[in-house]
């Protein structure tokens, strides 16, 4: 399982679909905030309009150019990004948002870099540009926490957990939280991260995302059942995504809850039918034993199709053709299994028996 450190972003909020645009009355009074509930929305194309228009009518506000730069580097335009920030920051230096927004456009250029040892260079900027915030306001916690992101992207996890603390003395969010339960991850220490994560949870009950991490972070450590809690909980505060299903799905295979396995797995790839091929391949699994070996192949096919190359998926695909009586099948896909995984001892035993 792999675990990626959060690249911060504070004000971002919750996309909400199927909102209504604002009406041409509301965008004649005021873009800068109509720009602001979009971009909250998630709407970041629609934002960035109005974003555009309110530089043009407010030069002189600093607001309305972070928010542009802001909406830029969302959109993965980093030059644009880039020279409003600078501007942003030239014009209003005592403003610390340019300074956050400016940091944050280094990091971007540096994983947009094909060369991560040259693209060095620009965290070293964004490092420079958090000083020069950190003499502007250093009690300003998303600076530090920004700065914990650089420094773990530069390899020096002492550092991150340094900054990631200190914003935590400044202001505790769940987000740092997170950023920090995912630095101990990425260094072995999985009971500082699941610490972490369950004070981040604390603070932010609501958060299915989190609960997916914190409950995979769980299962890592082997304790399926409070994973499973976790997210049930989640789920009597709102419905879970494809990937809550998937994991509490994973859940209750660790607990041999298989009927219950099998619905959360069924209901991950009916909201997410292409996102998760190991999801029906646990299906597979799952309907072999319950014996609804029908039901096995035809998961089990799909699994096949989305991950061809995977020797288990071909191997259960053979026991499930076997139940069913279709030799012929089931010797092809353990002959499949074989040639992707030469020697794979259960493929060879069922084309005996066969």
């Not at 909020?13 to 979009?38: H, M, N």
């Not at 209003?92 to 540096?110: D, M, Q, T």
């Not at 994983?111 to 502007?136: H, T, Y």
Request: charged share 25%; hydrophobic share 45%; aromatic share 8%.
């Amino acid at each position: 399982m792999r675990w990626l450190l959060l690249a911060l972003s504070l004000l971002a909020g919750p996309a909400l679909a199927q909102t209504p645009p604002p009406s041409a009355q509301q965008v004649q009074q005021d873009p800068l905030r109509l720009g602001v509930q979009l971009y909250a929305l998630g709407r970041y194309q629609a934002a960035l309009e109005f974003f555009e228009r309110a530089a043009r009518e407010r030069p002189t506000d600093p607001d309305a150019l972070y928010w542009l730069a802001r909406t830029q580097l969302r959109l993965g335009l980093l030059n644009p990004a880039l020279e409003n920030a600078r501007t942003l920051v030239a014009r209003s230096p005592r403003y610390i948002g340019g300074y956050l927004v400016l940091a944050e456009v280094y990091v971007g250029f540096y994983r947009a870099s094909e060369d991560r040892e040259r693209g060095r260079a620009f965290l070293d900027q964004a490092l420079s540009v958090l000083r020069d915030a950190e003499r502007v306001n250093p009690r300003h916690a998303p600076l530090y926490a920004q700065r914990g992101v650089v420094h773990a992207l530069l390899g020096q996890p002492d550092r991150a957990e340094e900054a990631f603390k200190r914003a935590l003395d400044l202001q505790d969010t769940p987000e740092v939280r997170v950023a920090l339960a995912e630095l101990y991850l990425s260094l072995g220490r999985l009971d500082e991260g699941l610490e972490q994560y369950a004070r981040a949870l604390r603070l932010a009950p609501q958060n299915g995302d989190l609960r997916v991490r914190y409950a995979s972070a769980l299962l890592v450590k082997g304790q399926a059942g409070e994973a499973a809690r976790v997210l049930e909980e989640g789920h009597r505060l709102r419905p879970l995504d494809a990937e809550g299903w998937y994991t509490l799905g994973q859940a209750y295979l660790a607990l041999g809850r298989l009927q219950e396995a099998g619905v959360a797995l069924e209901n991950a790839v009916a909201l997410a039918p292409l996102r998760f091929p190991a999801a029906y391949f646990h299906l597979g699994q799952v309907y072999l034993s319950l014996g609804d070996f029908a039901r096995a192949k035809s998961r089990l096919t799909v699994a096949v199709r989305l991950e061809p190359s995977r020797a288990e998926y071909r191997y259960h695909l053979c026991l499930a053709n076997e139940r069913l009586g279709d030799k012929e099948g089931a010797r092809h896909q353990c002959r499949e299994a074989l040639r992707l995984r030469p020697g794979y001892r259960e493929a060879e035993e069922v084309l005996r028996r066969l």
